[in-house]
């Protein structure tokens, strides 16, 4: 039994979903997040920022004592060095092999699509981990820029017009490619899950990165006896590198009915 808390990081509120996730799965357990509200969006960085963004996260969440760490982030899963990764002193996982194998899983006529910021795409993780498991995929990837800017201001509303324009104009190629099977390679993106799921068709099975990835976060950590033995009563404790108030009109979007929970705005920066 181990009774650190888990530690969640990503670019901004996103990674709140996979947060609720995990609070679903582990009622138990204790969990620390931190967004980087201040300097969202990572994925239009270039990649040395995004690795220097990533340590800085990962230094902050050491410094309380985390047991797993948890790169909620589509674009540091996709960026973040795998050696530097290795050398951590916790286990540390990202979202893109949770999703890949997920989608590789749901399939059935062997057309994935992938979408997420413009530097996950640019790095085509998702679909080197897709097609080592299934050599003859066909894969479609798209960049989706605006949607964490979308998410992150609140246009998420089922139906707004702006998103719903955004949303076609981004995945029509995506839907004209005939994939079964999306990626939602950016924990913000389920926050858009009914808009994207309308346009793309119900033959089209959604895989959403944070759920799963918090699904396999826990497998882990029953795997390397890290669980803290509780059934219920964990906690989580929140910290932003800008003002909390956007937090707090958020939080209830993000992570219904774990919404709650003291939250903490940090100078990421001395990290």
Not at 144 to 151: A, D, I, S, T
Not at 164 to 186: F, H, K, M, N, P
Not at 255 to 263: D, I, K, S
Request: proline share 5%; with cysteine.
């Amino acid at each position: 039994m181990d009774k650190r808390p888990i530690g969640v990081f990503d670019s901004g509120l996103g990674g709140l979903t996979a947060v609720r996730q995990l609070r679903r799965v582990l009622p138990g357990e204790d969990i620390v997040y931190f967004g980087d509200t201040g300097r969202v969006p990572y994925g239009s960085r270039a990649r040395d920022t995004i690795v220097q963004y990533a340590r800085q996260d990962i230094r902050f969440l050491l410094s309380q004592d985390v047991k797993f760490i948890i790169a909620a982030c589509g674009t540091v899963s996709s960026t973040f060095p795998p050696e530097e990764a290795a050398r951590l002193p916790v286990p540390y996982t990202g979202v893109v092999g949770a999703a890949s194998r997920a989608a590789v899983a749901a399939t059935r006529n062997r057309k994935i699509g992938i979408i997420g910021t413009a530097a996950t795409i640019r790095s085509g993780s998702y679909a080197a981990v897709i097609r080592d498991m299934m050599p003859d995929v066909q894969i479609t990837a798209k960049a989706c820029p605006l949607f964490v800017p979308l998410v992150e201001n609140g246009y998420v509303q089922d139906g707004n017009p702006v998103t719903q324009l955004v949303i076609s104009d981004y995945l029509e190629s995506v839907r004209a490619a005939g994939i079964d099977t999306l990626i939602l390679g950016c924990t913000h993106y389920p926050l858009l899950k009914k808009m994207i799921g309308d346009y793309v068709g119900e033959s089209v099975t959604l895989i959403d990165s944070g759920k799963v990835t918090a699904q396999a976060a826990a497998a882990a950590l029953a795997d390397l006896d890290l669980l803290n033995g509780r059934s219920e009563g964990g906690t989580a404790r929140y910290y932003v590198s800008d003002t909390p108030d956007n937090f707090a009109e958020q939080e209830m979007l993000f992570l219904g009915e774990y919404a709650g929970g003291p939250v903490q705005r940090i100078a990421i920066e001395s990290y």
